[in-house]
């Protein structure tokens, strides 16, 4: 089925280990982006890529890097994870001709 | 940067009823409000949007109202369902180009009685 594909969907980390998020979209969108979701404060931007080769920050980028890696995929990387980390994150990607973003299905991410 | 406030952040009704939630906005350079619904577990799903050209917008039992004066815009939903029952988001884009940069309000949840 096309859409947002993320892996994995539960990681559980101790303080300090690191890890990526990876995200693929297959609608041929330009734009991806990596949102985390927390309680009582909705969806927060973290990174995002207006088109390939290029990547910007969000609201909250502190402790996270990013890469496009092609068109297709769009990864988040935490270095030395924090437990202010835990969290649920979401990819979304949005075309040139539509507004919309398309969602995946989220990683809940628990640090310890 | 864009500042989206929305309320309220619970709701409850009864099946049957209209559910009404409100979101306002601070760049008047925004130009596009789209709304999502998140089930459990689930990400979130563009259920209906509106570009600033436009003051309604109806799909069924969704509509979206805006008030670029005002800078609200809301989200109503008749005849609610259990099934309607979700955390909904809006969402305001400060953005152009290529690149819709959405900024999105705390969410509402929507609880519907049988």
């Known amino acids: 089925n096309a859409g947002v594909t993320q892996t994995p969907k539960f990681q559980v980390l101790k303080t300090g280990q690191s890890m990526t998020l990876q995200c693929a979209q297959d609608?041929?969108?330009?734009?991806m982006y990596w949102y985390r979701q927390d309680p009582g404060m909705g969806l927060r931007l973290i990174y995002y890529s207006a088109s390939e080769g290029t990547t910007d920050k969000g609201e909250v980028p502190n402790g996270y890097n990013v890469s496009r890696l092609n068109k297709r995929e769009f990864s988040l990387r935490l270095e030395s994870a924090a437990p202010s980390q835990t969290s649920v994150y979401f990819c979304?990607?949005?075309?040139?001709?539509?507004?919309?973003?398309?969602f995946g299905s989220g990683t809940r991410l628990t640090v310890v | 940067g864009e500042n989206v406030e929305q309320h309220p952040s619970t709701l409850s009704v009864q099946e049957g009823d209209s559910a009404v939630i409100k979101c306002t906005y601070s760049?008047?350079?925004?130009?596009?409000f789209p709304w999502y619904k998140q089930e459990l577990g689930k990400g979130p799903q563009l259920i209906i949007d509106i570009r600033s050209n436009v003051g309604e917008k109806k799909d069924q039992r969704i509509a979206v109202t805006l008030n670029k004066t005002a800078k609200h815009f809301s989200l109503h939903i008749t005849e609610t369902q259990p099934e309607d029952s979700a955390v909904y988001f809006c969402?305001?884009?400060?953005?152009?180009?290529?690149?819709?940069?959405?900024?999105f309000g705390k969410g509402t949840l929507l609880t519907v009685n049988p």
């Open positions: 760049d008047s350079a925004s130009n596009y």
């Open positions: 969402a305001a884009s400060s953005s152009g180009g290529s690149n819709y940069k959405l900024t």
């Open positions: 979304a990607s949005s075309g040139r001709q539509s507004y919309g973003y398309t």
């Open positions: 609608m041929n969108h330009n734009s």
